[in-house]
């Protein structure tokens, strides 16, 4: 069965640090591929997604992701985070050519940031 | 814009007693509806999904039914409420068809505690 992988369960980053958030799958397929992100107290909402094309995705909040097809991977990146990145981060998969409801949500990232 | 809106957000309910959850959607027609269930470290299970009204697919055997009874109406319910039945609920939407329809947008969730 395909699956999502969220290495990391909980990362604590200083200010400023950079981010880097793993995430593979296990389906040797056309993907579409998405970074979800709860902040405290609130619901899910989209970061970014990938369906085709360029491999390295801009999202909002300054959050990318890169593509890697021979890795099965889509880990998120930030360059310097803030305190106010501090949330849950969800990685999720669509295999194939699938409707949205066969999409496979990684089990999340806490991302803790220190003042 | 699209917007989707659930509730009640919290909900106390005792043992035995009946759930009503509803959700809806506004800013598009005929959407994919969705209800997932969200546990601490374990991702998000997808419960029921709806493809139309009365249309109802359900991802999980469970003390739990959903309906459809409008085209942007999505309602989980129970009968009797079992303390398992404890969570953090999210409606969901995605496009029918076309350019985006792969993605999934969530609602602000609803809390319940069986007691």
């Known amino acids: 069965a395909q699956s999502v992988s969220q290495h990391n369960h909980h990362v604590i980053l200083s200010e400023a640090a950079s981010l880097e958030l793993g995430c593979n799958y296990s389906?040797?397929?056309?993907?579409?591929l998405f970074w979800y992100v709860q902040y405290p107290g609130q619901h899910l909402q989209l970061l970014l997604k990938?369906?085709?094309?360029?491999?390295l995705v801009k999202g909002i909040k300054g959050f990318e992701a890169e593509f890697i097809k021979s890795k099965f991977s889509f880990n998120l990146r930030k360059p310097s985070v803030q305190w106010s990145d501090t949330a849950e981060y969800f990685c999720a998969v669509i295999p194939g050519y699938s409707s949205a409801s066969k999409i496979i949500f990684g089990s999340g990232t806490r991302l803790s940031i220190r003042p | 814009s699209q917007t989707i809106h659930q509730w009640p957000a919290t909900l106390v309910q005792p043992v035995g007693s009946p759930l009503s959850l509803e959700c809806t959607v506004e800013?598009?027609?005929?959407?994919?509806l969705y209800w997932y269930r969200q546990a601490a470290g374990r991702g998000l299970q997808l419960l029921f999904y709806?493809?139309?009204?009365?249309?109802i697919s359900s991802e999980v055997p469970q003390n739990l039914s959903a309906s459809r009874p409008q085209d942007r109406q999505f309602i989980l319910s129970s009968k009797k409420l079992l303390l398992s039945d404890s969570g953090f609920y999210l409606c969901?939407?995605?496009?029918?068809?076309?350019?985006?329809?792969?993605?999934?947008?969530f609602g602000e969730g609803s809390w319940l505690t069986v007691v």
């Open positions: 969901a939407w995605s496009r029918g068809q076309g350019a985006g329809g792969n993605t999934i947008y």
């Open positions: 800013g598009t027609s005929n959407p994919n």
């Open positions: 709806s493809v139309g009204i009365g249309q």
């Open positions: 389906y040797g397929g056309t993907v579409n």
């Open positions: 990938y369906f085709s094309g360029d491999p």
